[in-house]
């Protein structure tokens, strides 16, 4: 068995992740800021900075999500097994961050919705901040196995 971070499939892996979960929250930070008050009426330019910002702090929750599910398994490689458990697990937790982060900024008066933003009433977040982490990380997590693990096991084939 070989040490974990000697691991060409596993820095792949980081690799894929990162550059994966970079694009996906890219692309929805961009699609959704119209929905924001305080971003609504900048243009495409002046909000692309703005985004790749907060989509840093996207890429970081994805990987705070990896290590929890990999401490909570106790292995290391877990968000790189392809498994139902490791999906679901990762939308989960997304959820429950996109949530948290939502409440929290929304209490301190950091941003505020318009009406383009649908508004979960039970839980009073956006609907598209809910699911960009519910939906995003499992994604990422996904296509980043099928970009390393998945291809190394069929190159061995």
């Not at 939308?91 to 933003?117: F, K, P, T, V």
């Not at 009073?124 to 096991?153: D, E, H, S, Y």
């Amino acid at each position: 068995m070989c040490n974990i971070w000697t691991s060409r499939s596993f820095w792949s892996f980081i690799a894929a992740l990162f550059i994966v979960a970079f694009g996906l929250n890219w692309v929805w930070e961009m699609i959704q800021m119209r929905a924001y008050v305080e971003m609504a009426e900048h243009s495409w330019r002046e909000t692309a900075f703005r985004c790749a910002e907060a989509t840093l702090g996207d890429v970081a929750l994805t990987f705070s999500i990896c290590g929890v599910g990999a401490l909570a398994a106790g292995q290391l490689q877990w968000p790189m097994k392809d498994t139902w458990n490791v999906y679901g697990t990762a939308a989960l937790l997304g959820g429950i961050l996109g949530a948290a982060i939502e409440w929290r900024a929304l209490a301190i008066g950091r941003w505020s919705y318009n009406d383009q933003m649908p508004v979960v009433p039970l839980l009073r977040v956006g609907l598209w901040p809910l699911l960009q982490l519910g939906l995003l990380v499992p994604t990422a997590f996904w296509i980043a196995v099928r970009f390393t693990v998945n291809r190394k096991q069929n190159k061995a084939s």
